[in-house]
């Protein structure tokens, strides 16, 4: 008779795109993962998880999950495969790296990743050594958040804000550009905490959602216009004197360019920019000045624009003004990367490059790099990403993809819609299966994951395969023969940042996890890493760069050739791409609706339930309608990166999205994005 060993539960880390990096607890039967929960003890996760991590299992033993390698037998995009040994999917892809670099140059190979797994040495560790060995072009990893990074950081040096943990103190939150219940859970349960003892939440946003629906007070905005509502504010605060001069004066650089620039800034002005009342601009600041302590939590979704470095760098300033940075529970966050900086050089080795001045492919103009590039790209090694889907103007990216001198290697743990191009497809482990690194980008815990289970079928850790590639082509074995553990030392001796001291991979092996700055950070105030020490209201790093040093609201760049103005965001229970491939989320999410104003319905003469189709001139897409008052009039939004539906001959949003950069930090511009909207019926006539 089999014995079945008892049930045993184990640590784990939760290892998506998601600021929460939430400590997981799981429970293992005869080594088979029977049950995911949160981990009770984590100071953050506090025991709770979302939905879709709690059903993890159905995702790491789908049935589709790849299990080895595959060689492309028939078109590019035909899904056409047969299985071949790693050994034959070595050879094949490090014969043709050199064939290649022998004809081309390396730079004709391009690394696509993006944050699939966030584990350090699965994100940016081996393979960025491998790709910086090997000469290849660089990737610009743009997609997420790069044009607010670098406008947070032009006003604050870095990015830091405040310790999440404190916002139990918070009186008063700004939601802002945020889909706080889909997206950050555990700050919704701190910011609810926080509610018990009186605070007020406020979520401005360009659609009304599962945030505003919990949240007090829903400010409605127009898209790509924040930054003319973070200047009314200011406008407000400094008229009527609710400005901390104190704080100003020993903190802050410029404030009389800001003050002159906020003056023009009326309510009135803002009310036509930005459809926000201007009563409600007045009442929306003075809350703000008078409120302690205050916190705003910025989003991803409002730098999304062509404008989005400039509205997060407006924003940003207002904590200034007010002095909330000293007060405890008090100050601003977009993204709290800064604390756990590791030893970036130890990592990924630059110093391995041939030639520093390769050249950059930003990963937001993927498909005029297919398409567009000399020399061209002749290799695309895609790996913890889904380009096809994820990356704007997709008929470009696809265009390229189906490009028949393109050699694409696609490693991933489902056959996604990217892999159905690529000539050799690789199993990649989840991230249960290794050892690992995880730092958050928003509390500042760092944890160590150790495996829990054995490796699934034939596949590899992104590790492991850029090891082994690069001890196939005899790199130096310094770089290339090392094991995780080894790596993980290396990127924790980080003697440039203090706050990871005493954070070391036995200490992390002890405690599961360790919080940057033992818990004990030294307030903002002591240690704004901007070139003058203070945070800049005026900016010179701005005005050299040819950017307006002082905070300003310019229109977005898109043409008005197309009525509408669409906002493509995330939904709630897919993280980008992942889990689109899960039947139960699926129905959870139903389909990508589209919605619309009933005004706007109305003019069209259309009617709720009804498919439209959405189209510019990059591409087009089918929807169903939902119409209501969730947005503004003239804006449309629909969300989730969902997978192509061949069924009903649906192509995912992407379709429609410009590979226009940002303002600042080379970022995407999905959301500022114009189209029309046609009844189905009418196009089929045509
Ligand atoms: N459930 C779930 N969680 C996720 C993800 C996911 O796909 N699903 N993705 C993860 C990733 S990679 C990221 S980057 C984060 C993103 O999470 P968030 O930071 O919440 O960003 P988004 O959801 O892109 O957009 C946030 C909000 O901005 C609004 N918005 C769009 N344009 C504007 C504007 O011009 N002004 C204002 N004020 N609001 C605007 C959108 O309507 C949306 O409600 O979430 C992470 N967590
Ligand atoms: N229209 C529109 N487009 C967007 C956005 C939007 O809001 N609107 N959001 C943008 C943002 S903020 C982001 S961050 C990007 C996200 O874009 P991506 O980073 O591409 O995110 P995912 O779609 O989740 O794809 C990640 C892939 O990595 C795979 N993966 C997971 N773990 C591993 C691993 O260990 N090894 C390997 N090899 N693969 C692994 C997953 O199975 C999945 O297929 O999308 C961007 N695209
Ligand atoms: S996706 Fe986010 S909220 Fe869900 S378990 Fe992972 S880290 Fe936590
Ligand atoms: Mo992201």
Same mark, same amino acid.
Not at 504 to 518: H, P, V, Y
């Given at each position: 008779?089999?014995?079945?060993?008892?049930?045993?539960?184990?640590?784990?880390?939760?290892?998506?795109?998601?600021?929460?990096?939430?400590?997981?607890?799981?429970?293992?039967?005869?080594?088979?993962?029977?049950?995911?929960?949160?981990?009770?003890?984590?100071?953050?996760?506090?025991?709770?998880?979302?939905?879709?991590?709690?059903?993890?299992?159905?995702?790491?033993?789908?049935?589709?999950?790849?299990?080895?390698?595959?060689?492309?037998?028939?078109?590019?995009?035909?899904?056409?495969?047969?299985?071949?040994?790693?050994?034959?999917?070595?050879?094949?892809?490090?014969?043709?790296?050199?064939?290649?670099?022998?004809?081309?140059?390396?730079?004709?190979?391009?690394?696509?990743?993006?944050?699939?797994?966030?584990?350090?040495?699965?994100?940016?560790?081996?393979?960025?050594?491998?790709?910086?060995?090997?000469?290849?072009?660089?990737?610009?990893?743009?997609?997420?958040?790069?044009?607010?990074?670098?406008?947070?950081?032009?006003?604050?040096?870095?990015?830091?804000?405040?310790?999440?943990?404190?916002?139990?103190?918070?009186?008063?939150?700004?939601?802002?550009?945020?889909?706080?219940?889909?997206?950050?859970?555990?700050?919704?349960?701190?910011?609810?905490?926080?509610?018990?003892?009186?605070?007020?939440?406020?979520?401005?946003?360009?659609?009304?959602?599962?945030?505003?629906?919990?949240?007090?007070?829903?400010?409605?905005?127009?898209?790509?216009?924040?930054?003319?509502?973070?200047?009314?504010?200011?406008?407000?605060?400094?008229?009527?004197?609710?400005?901390?001069?104190?704080?100003?004066?020993?903190?802050?650089?410029?404030?009389?360019?800001?003050?002159?620039?906020?003056?023009?800034?009326?309510?009135?002005?803002?009310?036509?920019?930005?459809?926000?009342?201007?009563?409600?601009?007045?009442?929306?600041?003075?809350?703000?000045?008078?409120?302690?302590?205050?916190?705003?939590?910025?989003?991803?979704?409002?730098?999304?624009?062509?404008?989005?470095?400039?509205?997060?760098?407006?924003?940003?300033?207002?904590?200034?003004?007010?002095?909330?940075?000293?007060?405890r529970g008090g100050g601003a966050m977009k993204g709290n990367g800064w604390?756990?900086?590791?030893?970036?050089?130890?990592?990924?080795?630059?110093?391995?490059?041939?030639?520093?001045?390769?050249?950059?492919v930003s990963m937001n103009q993927l498909g005029d790099a297919l398409n567009?590039?000399?020399?061209?790209?002749?290799?695309?090694?895609?790996?913890?990403?889904?380009?096809?889907?994820?990356?704007?103007?997709?008929?470009?990216?696809?265009?390229?993809?189906?490009?028949?001198?393109?050699?694409?290697?696609?490693?991933?743990?489902?056959?996604?819609?990217?892999?159905?191009?690529?000539?050799?497809?690789?199993?990649?482990?989840?991230?249960?299966?290794?050892?690992?690194?995880?730092?958050?980008?928003?509390?500042?815990?760092?944890?160590?994951?150790?495996?829990?289970? *054995?490796?699934?079928?034939?596949?590899?850790?992104?590790?492991?395969?850029?090891? +082994? %590639? =690069? /001890?196939?082509? !005899?790199?130096?074995?310094?770089?290339?023969?090392?094991?995780?553990?080894?790596?993980?030392?290396?990127?924790?001796?980080?003697?440039?940042?203090?706050?990871?001291?005493?954070?070391?991979?036995?200490?992390?092996?002890?405690?599961?996890?360790?919080?940057?700055?033992?818990?004990?950070?030294?307030?903002?105030?002591?240690?704004?890493?901007?070139?003058?020490?203070?945070?800049?209201?005026?900016?010179?790093?701005?005005?050299?760069?040819?950017?307006?040093?002082?905070?300003?609201h310019t229109p977005l760049r898109e043409p008005e050739t197309y009525p509408?103005?669409?906002?493509?965001?995330?939904?709630?229970?897919?993280?980008?791409?992942?889990?689109?491939?899960?039947?139960?989320?699926?129905?959870? *999410?139903?389909?990508?609706?589209?919605?619309?104003?009933?005004?706007?319905?109305? +003019? %069209? =003469? /259309?009617?709720? !339930?009804?498919?439209?189709?959405?189209?510019?001139?990059?591409?087009?897409?089918?929807?169903?309608?939902?119409?209501?008052?969730?947005?503004?009039?003239?804006?449309?939004?629909?969300?989730?990166?969902?997978?192509?539906?061949?069924?009903?001959?649906?192509?995912?949003?992407?379709?429609?999205?410009?590979?226009?950069?940002?303002?600042?930090?080379?970022?995407?511009?999905?959301?500022?994005?114009?189209?029309?909207?046609?009844?189905?019926?009418?196009?089929?006539?045509?």
């Open positions: 008779m089999k014995t079945t060993a008892a049930p045993i539960t184990v640590r784990s880390v939760c290892p998506f795109d998601c600021p929460d990096t939430c400590g997981l607890s799981v429970t293992l039967e005869d080594g088979m993962i029977t049950k995911i929960t949160g981990d009770q003890e984590h100071p953050v996760t506090r025991g709770a998880i979302c939905n879709k991590v709690r059903q993890l299992t159905d995702r790491f033993y789908h049935p589709d999950r790849l299990l080895y390698p595959m060689r492309r037998t028939g078109p590019k995009g035909s899904f056409s495969f047969e299985r071949i040994s790693w050994e034959e999917a070595y050879d094949e892809i490090t014969n043709r790296m050199k064939d290649i670099i022998n004809a081309h140059g390396a730079e004709a190979i391009l690394p696509y990743s993006f944050y699939g797994n966030m584990g350090v040495l699965n994100a940016e560790g081996m393979d960025r050594r491998f790709f910086h060995r090997l000469g290849a072009s660089r990737l610009d990893r743009t997609i997420c958040n790069a044009a607010g990074a670098a406008g947070y950081s032009y006003t604050m040096g870095g990015s830091i804000g405040i310790d999440p943990e404190e916002t139990v103190h918070t009186k008063l939150f700004l939601i802002w550009g945020c889909n706080l219940v889909s997206t950050n859970m555990h700050q919704t349960m701190l910011a609810s905490e926080a509610r018990k003892n009186g605070a007020t939440i406020i979520h401005i946003d360009v659609h009304r959602n599962r945030t505003s629906a919990w949240a007090d007070r829903f400010v409605h905005i127009r898209p790509g216009t924040d930054a003319a509502l973070a200047l009314g504010m200011m406008h407000v605060l400094i008229r009527d004197g609710l400005t901390d001069a104190a704080f100003i004066g020993l903190h802050t650089i410029g404030y009389e360019e800001l003050a002159a620039q906020a003056a023009s800034y009326t309510p009135q002005l803002v009310e036509g920019i930005t459809g926000v009342p201007a009563a409600e601009v007045e009442e929306l600041a003075r809350l703000y000045g008078q409120s302690s302590p205050t916190f705003i939590r910025i989003g991803n979704g409002l730098q999304h624009h062509d404008n989005g470095g400039m509205a997060v760098r407006t924003i940003s300033c207002l904590p200034a003004l007010t002095g909330q940075w000293n007060v604390y756990a900086r590791l030893n970036a050089r130890k990592l990924v080795r630059p110093d391995l490059m041939p030639d520093t001045n390769v050249r950059t567009d590039l000399t020399p061209p790209v002749k290799m695309l090694f895609v790996y913890n990403s889904n380009p096809a889907i994820v990356a704007p103007d997709q008929n470009r990216v696809r265009q390229g993809l189906m490009r028949r001198d393109l050699f694409t290697v696609a490693h991933d743990l489902f056959l996604t819609d990217t892999c159905k191009y690529a000539d050799i497809v690789l199993p990649a482990t989840s991230h249960f299966e290794n050892l690992d690194l995880y730092s958050s980008y928003w509390h500042l815990y760092l944890q160590l994951h150790e495996p829990v289970m *054995e490796t699934m079928g034939e596949c590899k850790s992104n590790f492991t395969l850029f090891k +082994e %590639l =690069g /001890l196939r082509l !005899g790199f130096e074995r310094d770089a290339f023969d090392i094991n995780e553990e080894q790596m993980i030392r290396e990127a924790l001796d980080s003697k440039h940042n203090p706050l990871l001291e005493g954070i070391t991979f036995d200490e992390l092996k002890a405690n599961t996890w360790m919080k940057a700055g033992s818990g004990s950070l030294p307030p903002i105030t002591e240690r704004i890493p901007t070139p003058s020490g203070k945070i800049e209201l005026y900016s010179d790093s701005m005005r050299q760069a040819g950017l307006p040093p002082v905070p300003v509408f103005l669409l906002t493509t965001g995330p939904n709630h229970s897919f993280i980008n791409s992942t889990f689109a491939n899960q039947e139960k989320l699926q129905k959870l *999410e139903k389909e990508p609706f589209l919605h619309m104003h009933s005004d706007d319905a109305a +003019e %069209l =003469g /259309l009617t709720d !339930g009804e498919r439209v189709k959405i189209r510019n001139d990059r591409g087009e897409a089918e929807l169903t309608l939902r119409i209501g008052q969730d947005v503004l009039p003239g804006v449309l939004v629909t969300q989730g990166l969902w997978w192509d539906d061949s069924r009903r001959g649906q192509q995912a949003v992407n379709a429609l999205t410009p590979q226009r950069l940002a303002d600042m930090g080379g970022g995407a511009t999905f959301f500022s994005n114009r189209v029309e909207v046609l009844k189905l019926g009418t196009v089929q006539e045509e």
